[in-house]
């Protein structure tokens, strides 16, 4: 039975059925780029979804053509002069960090940021053909966060992750499949089907069972990962505030 629940912010829809909990990032008019409000109700979402015996898997996905166009370029400019603010960011990492689950990602379209670092924490991700992943750090005087200056390179080798983390330049789906980022492609505006029907034969398998091998798979890593979130939150918070970063913001917010 589908069961709709109200979340802290109109911009995260989150919907349970046959014990997979998808929850969506819904600002399309924004390319459903992300505030600290839908951090903060996303890692909601999953800390109520880790304690729910009926939720088996999780699913984040975007409504419209675009996953995310990553962190509120607005909000960067605001959590520059109130830092305080990057509580409810560092809160939602740690929750797809440590989550319990199998989470999958059902991406359409362009994932920006932290829209395509959170995939390198995801257990499965599933892309369009046309899907890119897009990580700017560096073209916005920032630097990478969401521990990818760990787990890209451990995924794809230090050359390319330097390449792809300094240059910015997309990722096509194709590419990002053969780098192991990506299990499997479809056809746009099918990505969440495909996502459910693999969360479906999750689901069905006896679920301690398949908690307890996440944890194997996960747990030499994760020590790794709060050493590199942390290291990254402390640099990435000072480059907020740096005239280089807030120059490429103002620059992308007067086109
Ligand atoms: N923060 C705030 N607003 C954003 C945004 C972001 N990260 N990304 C897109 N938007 C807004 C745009 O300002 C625009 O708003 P408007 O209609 O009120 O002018 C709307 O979303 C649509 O975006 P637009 O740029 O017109 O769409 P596009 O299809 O031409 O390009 C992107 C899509 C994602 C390539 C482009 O929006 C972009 O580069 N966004 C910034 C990505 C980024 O640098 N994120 C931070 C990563 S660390």
Not at 38 to 61: F, G, K, N, P
Not at 246 to 255: A, G, I, Y
Request: glycine share 4%.
């Amino acid at each position: 039975m589908l069961q709709t629940h109200p979340t802290t912010t109109e911009w995260i829809t989150e919907e349970i059925a046959s014990g997979i909990q998808i929850l969506t990032l819904n600002r399309p008019e924004k390319k459903n780029a992300m505030t600290v409000d839908m951090y903060q109700a996303l890692s909601d979402a999953l800390h109520r979804a880790e304690l729910d015996d009926t939720v088996q898997v999780s699913i984040l996905t975007g409504k419209g053509p675009d996953f995310s166009a990553g962190n509120d370029i607005n909000e960067f400019l605001e959590i520059a002069n109130a830092p305080e603010k990057m509580a409810s960011i560092m809160s939602f990492l740690q929750a797809i960090t440590t989550y319990k689950k199998p989470l999958f990602a059902a991406v359409e379209g362009r994932a920006v940021g932290v829209a395509a670092t959170i995939l390198l924490h995801c257990d499965m991700v599933f892309t369009a053909r046309d899907t890119q992943l897009i990580f700017p750090f560096v073209q916005l005087g920032l630097v990478p966060e969401a521990a990818s200056s760990y787990l890209l390179p451990k995924l794809v080798g230090h050359q390319k992750a330097f390449e792809i983390l300094m240059l910015g330049d997309p990722v096509l789906a194709q590419e990002a499949q053969q780098l192991g980022l990506v299990n499997h492609l479809c056809e746009s505006g099918e990505t969440l089907h495909l996502a459910q029907t693999y969360a479906e034969r999750l689901a069905t398998l006896p679920n301690e069972a398949v908690m307890l091998s996440k944890e194997l798979l996960k747990c030499r890593t994760l020590d790794d990962i709060q050493m590199a979130l942390m290291r990254e939150g402390r640099i990435f918070k000072d480059r907020l505030k740096s005239p280089e970063a807030k120059s490429k913001f103002e620059h992308f917010l007067n086109r």
